[in-house]
């Protein structure tokens, strides 16, 4: 069974200062990872993806990810960060093919201060 | 705008009534799947249905159930409700490929909020 554990569910940080949300994944079979970001009273949107190609992964708004296998972890980071970044953030994973369910984190909730 | 739509956005109704939830998929998406977001268990995976056959089935209660018709749209429903069935239900669609090893993106809908009073 895959799983994924968020750590932190709240994280503050100060406008224009570094991003970084943690993920870490339990899989039996290679995963493949995401993060979702949640805006209130909005559904989810992806952020971006790992499906096994690049372990260093791009996204929208400015986000990056990497997988590391060793430390079975997928972080979120974004270099700056910008008052329209405050949202939740989950890390869901599924299994290394297609059209399976998503296991979602906990979510971790980004609040920005001025 | 992901391209699913869910109807209706908001729903308040009694405990031991029955409901229905709506989803349109993303023109072409084969699959649906249907999740439960509420404050003491987050999200969770409901059901997944593939071009009108149940593929996958997550933690859902006995009260509900869902089925997806030859237009691929898919309904939710949830009977006998109960307070703690107040949440967030959210609808998602994937893939026009019918190949379940390819994988493709599931795009999220809106949501219905879901109030039991």
């Known amino acids: 069974a895959q799983s994924v554990t968020q750590l932190g569910s709240h994280v503050s940080v100060s406008e224009g200062a570094l991003v970084l949300l943690r993920c870490n994944y339990s899989?039996?079979?290679?995963?493949?990872l995401f993060w979702y970001v949640q805006y209130p009273n909005q559904g989810l949107q992806l952020l971006l993806k790992y499906t096994s190609a690049a372990t260093l992964v791009k996204g929208i708004n400015g986000f990056e990810a990497e997988f590391k296998k060793s430390e079975t972890s997928f972080h979120l980071t974004k270099p700056s960060a910008h008052m329209s970044d405050a949202a939740e953030y989950f890390c869901a994973v599924t299994k290394g093919f297609g059209n399976e369910k998503l296991t979602f984190g906990t979510g971790t909730r980004l609040t920005i201060i001025p | 705008d992901s391209g699913v739509t869910q109807t209706p956005k908001h729903l308040i109704t009694a405990t031991g009534q029955r409901v229905t939830l709506r989803c349109s998929p993303r023109s072409g998406d084969l699959s649906v799947y249907w999740y439960q977001q509420s404050l003491d268990q987050g999200l969770q995976f409901l059901i997944q249905y593939y071009n009108g056959e149940e593929r996958a089935k997550g933690n859902i209660l006995e009260r509900f159930s869902a089925q997806q018709f030859p237009d691929l749209h898919s309904e939710l429903n949830l009977s006998s409700l109960e307070l703690g069935d107040s949440a967030l239900y959210f609808c998602?669609?994937?893939?026009?490929?019918?190949?379940?090893?390819?994988?493709?993106?599931?795009?999220f809908g809106q949501g219905t909020r879901l109030t039991v009073v």
């Open positions: 899989s039996s079979v290679p995963p493949y």
């Open positions: 998602a669609s994937s893939t026009r490929d019918s190949s379940p090893l390819m994988y493709t993106e599931a795009f």
